[in-house]
């Protein structure tokens, strides 16, 4: 991963680094896995604002990741990294032996389609 400076166009980005990661993958998530995140701009079932300064930000789709990790010996591959919106970590599309696909979070150092990165 290389860390890239952002060139100082305004005050805000004058001390703006970057991480870049080139082994993310750039296409769309794996469908079946992701989901609708919807926002409610701090408003509750009555529309009234219940908590102030939240809304605006980009529209995100929630992925669902398996934190329970719970497909002891079962032989599986990394198939590709991912970023990640909803949370500071990429994750990782694992397919299991058995044809299933699951998104981990992404320890670090974790690589895809290499032998060495099979877990348990």
Same mark, same amino acid.
């Given at each position: 991963m290389a860390v890239v400076k952002c060139k100082p166009t305004s005050p805000g980005r004058r001390h703006v680094v970057k991480v870049v990661n080139p082994e993310l993958h750039k296409g769309k998530p794996f469908a079946p896995l992701v989901e609708k995140n919807s926002k409610s701009g701090?408003?509750?079932?009555?529309? !009234?604002?219940t908590t102030r300064h939240? #809304?605006?930000?980009h529209k995100q789709a929630y992925r669902i990741v398996d934190f329970?990790?719970?497909?002891d010996g079962i032989p599986a591959v990394v198939e590709r990294l991912e970023y990640d919106p909803n949370r500071?970590?990429?994750?990782?599309l694992v397919l299991y032996k058995d044809g299933?696909? !699951?998104y981990i979070l992404a320890?670090? #150092?974790?690589?895809?389609w290499?032998?060495?990165s099979v877990w348990r």
């Open positions: 701090g408003r509750n079932n009555n529309g !009234r604002i939240i #809304g605006g930000g329970k990790r719970n497909k500071s970590a990429n994750i990782a299933e696909r !699951r320890p670090k #150092g974790l690589k895809s290499r032998p060495d």
